[in-house]
């Protein structure tokens, strides 16, 4: 058994069966498991994406100057919103890095969001021959509903309420799931504000913008089983700050 895994973990947890999202875990986790029985590793490599941008970021930053007309726009487009033009753009600037990656990946996780999708299969998928991109072969290409961006039901807590258990709930037992996994090399692909949740529980400091592309080497141990020892950003698309943001102060 590899070092630091708990053999109970190794085996597999169980993610529970009251929401959708619990059952897919479960679900996937089985996939993996009748597809590779290696054990899962103690130190793994995972490439952080945020999607590029979407046409409903387009819509919100419209909103600064336009709010009525940004509100309806966003509110037409709906949660499930595809790229931009502009996001197709920074995706086909930065498919070289990630092509360059994909040879060493051996699963891409992705949120099911058609954006999330949409970046995954640009990045590190193979050209199809009619203008789009599919699946490269060889690997585990799995969409994940746990990795979808924050849902209504926990907006509305976190507003209402002043509490994000929910989102809790949901961004630790993606934790536990990647941390069962019997990869060594993957990445993810989802959105900003899970991942900045995430990335707290992973004791990491770490900003992700659209379609930048970030290497972490994640190793056993913290409050959520595992926590980041090493980042680095790997590419981003021309017009971007390079540098990260200087860190929120704690609140009091």
Known sequence: RASGIPEAMAEGPNFGKKRRWQKDLNECLAKVRAANSNVPPATKTIYFVRHAESKSNVAKTNMKNKPIRGCCTLCTIGFDSELSEG??????????????IEAELEAV???PLKRAEQTALTLFGDEDGEGDFKASAGKFWLPVRALKEVRMKEWAQSSACCSKSILQQRVLSFIRFVRVLPFSTLALVGHSRFFRMMLAMLECDMFLRNANIWRTSLVEGGDAGLHVATKELVARPSGQPCDEPPPKAPPK
């Open 87 to 100: 996001g197709r753009n920074q995706l086909l600037e930065v498919r070289p890095a990630g092509r360059g």
């Open 109 to 111: 996780i992705f949120s």
